[in-house]
């Protein structure tokens, strides 16, 4: 049987499921704008497949090998989240004007985020295992190129929704709200990973 729609399905549903990233795309979306966010959308891409890649070549056996190492990935990945929620929480209103572009989310913020995502950890290591990319160039060639296309749909799509409910989140005493809520679940998000 072919891997191929194994693999549509596993990226897709984790790829749109809600998560730090996406949480965070949405927010961006709504703040700053779809356009504003695709840098974000694109790192964040670029970080999942480069710790995809680097898990299906080998390195998810040091998940095996040193779980410690994994462990303190995991402290330093959930306070990584806790503190851009909180950032979050402290936006008070949607940025249309230049003073404020150094807090649109950038590339190297996106990347970044990805390899102190515990659930990119989690969904690279669970796929890797899964489909058994260890043994096949060819198939981790292929879950590397599906992955990579929704992915990158799947963050951009949140950043798009973001950027589509700003009509209904249209003064700043909304933004706020809507900024306090998303940040708080990103802080909770980073707690319930942590006590699991």
């Not at 049987?1 to 949480?23: A, D, E, Q, T, Y």
């Not at 999942?48 to 303190?72: A, K, M, R, T, Y």
């Not at 402290?75 to 230049?98: D, K, L, P």
Request: aromatic content about 16%; proline content about 3%.
């Amino acid at each position: 049987m072919s891997l191929f729609f194994p693999m549509v399905i596993f990226s897709i549903s984790m790829s749109i499921s809600p998560g730090p990233v996406n949480i965070i795309a949405m927010t961006s979306g709504l703040n700053f704008g779809f356009r504003n966010s695709l840098k974000f959308v694109s790192g964040a891409t670029f970080g999942f497949i480069s710790l995809l890649l680097l898990i299906g070549v080998g390195l998810g056996e040091v998940n095996n090998l040193f779980p410690e190492i994994v462990e303190l990935l995991r402290y330093v990945g959930c306070a990584y989240i806790f503190y851009i929620g909180f950032q979050i929480i402290r936006t008070t209103q949607v940025t249309t004007n230049h003073e404020n572009e150094h807090n649109i989310p950038t590339f190297r913020r996106g990347w970044f985020m990805q390899w102190l995502n515990p659930k990119a950890w989690i969904a690279c290591l669970a796929g890797c295992s899964a489909f058994n990319v260890y043994n096949s160039e060819k198939i981790l060639i292929q879950f590397l190129t599906i992955y990579f296309f929704f992915c990158f749909i799947g963050i951009a799509s949140w950043a798009l929704l973001g950027q589509k409910i700003k009509v209904w989140v249209d003064s700043e005493g909304r933004v706020k709200i809507y900024n306090s809520a998303m940040g708080s679940i990103l802080c909770l998000l980073a707690i319930a990973i942590l006590v699991n």
